[in-house]
């Protein structure tokens, strides 16, 4: 079975202050993860994503995220954070070993940058 | 526009009563999926689909149908809605293959009472 888990329900970042939400993952093979960002009354929106190679990954908006394999994890980044990155947050897994396709979503971090 | 429509965006219902909430995309995506997304438990998944007329159940399946008749549809169907089916409903779709992520519909959220 696959596992996501966010340890933090909330993060707060004053802005112009780096940012880290975590992830850490649970996989019977290898992982294929996935951050997802979700503002107010929005579905969720494609951030970044790992598959393989390089385990430091860019995404949207300044995002980025680094694997890390023996720890199992996967945290979000961002160097200087924005008023306007306020949202919640979602890491996603998906074991490629596994036949069902399904992402398994962690339970959200809520990120709050205040001005 | 490259997107998942799903209609209604906003829904208030009675038990018992049967609704049907619609999604279609217009990627040619292979794979198109339900989640429901409730405070504290993030996304689960309640039925999928890798193609026409092959769907499957996710984590959550109990009080829920589906079905894929046409690759661009995959309407989401409450038989006999129940209370704790009150929740925020995502559609999302991909392209075959693990390495491709999701394209989420904008929600639906549904309340029974």
């Known amino acids: 079975a696959q596992s996501v888990a966010q340890p933090e329900d909330q993060v707060n970042v004053a802005e112009g202050n780096p940012l880290t939400v975590k992830c850490t993952y649970s996989v019977s093979g290898n992982p294929y993860l996935f951050w997802y960002v979700q503002y107010p009354n929005r579905g969720l929106q494609f951030l970044l994503k790992y598959i393989t190679g390089d385990n430091l990954v860019k995404g949207s908006y300044g995002f980025e995220a680094e694997f890390n394999k023996s720890q199992t994890s996967f945290h979000l980044k961002k160097p200087s954070a924005l008023v306007s990155d306020s949202a919640l947050y979602f890491c996603?897994?998906?074991?490629?070993?596994?036949?069902?396709?399904?992402?398994?979503f962690g339970s959200g971090t809520r990120l709050q940058v205040q001005p | 526009e490259a997107q998942v429509t799903q209609n209604p965006r906003y829904l208030i219902t009675v038990t018992g009563k049967k609704l049907t909430v619609t999604c279609s995309q217009n990627m040619n995506h292979e794979y198109m999926s339900w989640y429901r997304q409730d405070p504290g438990l993030g996304l689960r998944q309640i039925y999928y689909s890798m193609n026409v007329e092959v769907t499957d159940k996710g984590d959550v399946p109990e009080g829920y149908k589906v079905s894929r008749k046409e690759k661009r549809n995959f309407p989401l169907i409450l038989e006999s809605p129940s209370p704790n089916q009150t929740s925020l409903y995502f559609c999302?779709?991909?392209?075959?293959?693990?390495?491709?992520?999701?394209?989420f519909g904008s929600g639906t959220r549904l309340t029974v009472v």
């Open positions: 996603a897994v998906r074991d490629i070993w596994t036949g069902r396709r399904a992402l398994t």
């Open positions: 999302a779709s991909s392209l075959a293959g693990e390495k491709y992520g999701y394209t």
